[in-house]
């Protein structure tokens, strides 16, 4: 005579599905907070390698770029030449770009770096506070496209589909 019962151990409470539901819509919304909404750029000063500061309140009405980068990073050595392009491509619509090098990078290896490609554009070092306040900038590249309203319209993590970036640099620049 076998009986067929399940044991309690295998038995899945109701109320531990109640949870993984509650725990899914909370990643849900935590996510539509974060991704789904217009993000507006953060409240940050860079520092850039001449030692003058430059703020994101000081860029609003204009669009820019802000990555994030590091000399040991192959793939933003990859990107930089692209990056110097973009720009060089854009600034007389009124592009800016800030550089910012990761505050691991040295800073005599970001210098070197700067001078020898003769990088057109705002270079900074970060003390980290800048990666912190832009969500924790920890994996480079990250590039960040800003509006003139300083609305975030997009955030690459890694190399940026540069033909997609251009289109929405044309559109925000109004090019």
């Known amino acids: 005579m076998s ?17 993984i539901a509650v725990a899914a819509v909370a ?11 217009a993000q507006h750029v953060p409240d ?8 003058q500061k430059v703020s994101t309140s000081e860029l609003k009405g204009k669009v820019y770029l802000v990555n994030f980068w590091a000399t040991s990073c192959e793939t933003c050595m990859k ?7 973009t720009y060089n491509r854009f600034k007389s619509h009124g592009l800016e770009f800030v550089a910012v090098a990761m505050n691991y990078d040295a ?18 070092l970060d003390d980290g506070s800048a990666a912190k306040q832009f969500g924790n900038v920890q994996l480079t590249p990250t590039t960040i496209v800003v509006d003139k309203n300083g609305t975030i319209l997009k955030r690459y993590v890694g190399e940026p589909q540069f033909a997609e ?9 109004g090019a």
């Open 3 to 19: 009986q067929t019962s399940t044991s309690p151990a295998r038995r899945a409470s109701p109320l531990r599905y109640v949870a």
């Open 107 to 124: 800073p005599m290896y970001v210098t070197n770096y700067a001078q020898t490609r003769q990088l057109p554009f705002k270079v900074a």
């Open 165 to 173: 970036l251009d289109q929405l640099l044309q559109k925000a620049l």
């Open 44 to 51: 940050a000063t860079f520092t850039l390698l001449s030692g």
């Open 27 to 37: 990643i849900a919304v935590a996510g539509y907070f974060t991704f789904g909404s």
């Open 79 to 85: 990107e930089m030449p692209q990056m110097v392009d």
